[in-house]
């Protein structure tokens, strides 16, 4: 069996842009699992999280040739998948749940973040599914925090060392953890620490 | 928030258009859920989901960026006044059952694409153009009234004389495997699904009421002109439009017309019983023989077939594949009649092949589906 050489994100996009399967492959089976938990704890369903996935690789697989090439295949997966999620929040079953929290949300004051901040979270919270998951999984999808190329993207992002990027991850989320259900204040704490 | 303001709204965040305040809200609730308590089951069979949906995928076409595709709504918006949105469903459908014993083969091989938009268009004098084969510009010009097709394939009406002479009457019919939209003299839209007709005069003016015939199915968004009702004409029931959204679902051939309020007031009569009913948003009236019910519905469910979606809220299996044999143009084969009434909660955009909403399907492990040419054989799993 041929061995497959080891390309980075970019080269993989440009090969799926030209229909590679084996580079499609790759990607779907690196991120398909922790968007897969994700959007479930988001939707709360095993088929719908499914279906927000599927979709999601779905319009990466036909979108890929118009996508700029310079940017991170996981910028527009991550970016899909919340548009996926919300889209399936849509659906008569769930709609009314979804519509009352988002109503009480409204109530709270949520304060401001600038789309680029919101979506640099974003990019944390859905890989800090690998933290969430048991060791045993990881493994067996082989995934580890140091071999996801989106810390060195978002220290480059944020301009500070990718050192830096993982010791707040950690810290942030154990903090968000903590405390989360009593203040939404600290979202924007944790973005002023990832500054 | 209603859930109407909260679908719509999610819709906005998805298309690009809605306002800086409302990505704002939507992201915060978003993210505060994302780092949400909840405790994520894991799922032992995740592995084989992933595999047995990646060749799925991997069946898809690739967008190029010669053809214009990502359109995230199906439709344009139209600048309407006011309309009615009513979904009219009644008129024949075709599919049979086979007793011939076919081999079965993956879901996957073979799979059929969605329909597209297409109509043909005819005339009152019986000339019959085919919509997507005209190019951009005029069609015809009939009694005052300019009909023209637009970048997109719309057929545009314009008045270019008011005081024109007799008023003559096109029929707009799509066949299997095609849906159209057609704006009327007065401004109003109307979409047809596959295998429907709309019968109409190609001038509204000099007439005390705005009147079409149609079958099948259609969407409308009436403009509002309380001096010249707008009515909708089925074999069974009459619609009188006193202003808004509606859509009218008249397929079957055994009467059973579904006709549903999104916005504003209809009455709804049945023709040989003479009963009537005003509808108020958010409810369907179901006309049977001589009977007629309405029940409360989730409107905008039942319209999503012209915002690209099928959606369904516990239809049965016989309902979901008539819709799917129409779309698709397929013919659909039951091995056993038991699933026919089955119940599905799903909805898809109507832009997939045959394949994802036959994989949903099965998903509940009590049906199996299979493709076969240009039939779907479906069996008691």
Redesign the interface.
Known sequence: MKETPLYNEQELLAMI?K?D?NA??IL??KY??IL???A???L?D??MA??A??ET??WF??????IDLKSYPSSYLYGAV??H?????????I??K??R???A??QED????D?EL?YK??VV??ES?ID???PR?RE??NLSRKDMLSHKQIAELLDISESTVREQVKRALRQ??AS??DS?YL?FVFIQILR | MTEKEFYDLIERYTDGTATQQERNLLDCWYLKKAAGEMETRFPEDLQSKMDRALPLILANEQFYPKQPVIKKKLWPTWAVAASVAMAVFAGSYFYYQSRTKDKTEQVAVNDILPGKNGATLTLANGKKIYINDAVAGNIAEQSGVKISKSKDGHIIYEITNDNSGKVEYNTLSTTRGEQTQVRLPDGSLVFLNAMSSLKYPTSFTGQEKRNVVLTGEGYFEISKDKTHPFTVNTKEQLVEVLGTHFNVNAYTNNVDVKTTLLEGRVKVSNNSSGLAKILDPGQQSIVTNKTMIVKDVEAEDAVGWKNGRMIYDGETLENIMKDVSRWYNVEVIYRDESIKEKTFFFSVSRRDKVSKILKILMRTQTVSCNIDGNKIIIEKR
């Open positions: 842009a229909g399967n499609f492959t779907y089976k398909w699992p897969y938990l994700h479930y704890r988001m709360g095993e088929n499914e279906d996935v599927q690789f779905t697989w036909q979108h890929a040739p118009m919340r548009n999620v919300l889209n399936l929040m849509r659906s008569a079953k709609r009314e979804y519509a929290e988002l109503s949300f409204v949520h304060g401001l973040v789309e919101a979270e974003l919270l859905i599914e969430k998951m048991p999984m067996i999808f968000l953890r989360m259900k939404p979202i």
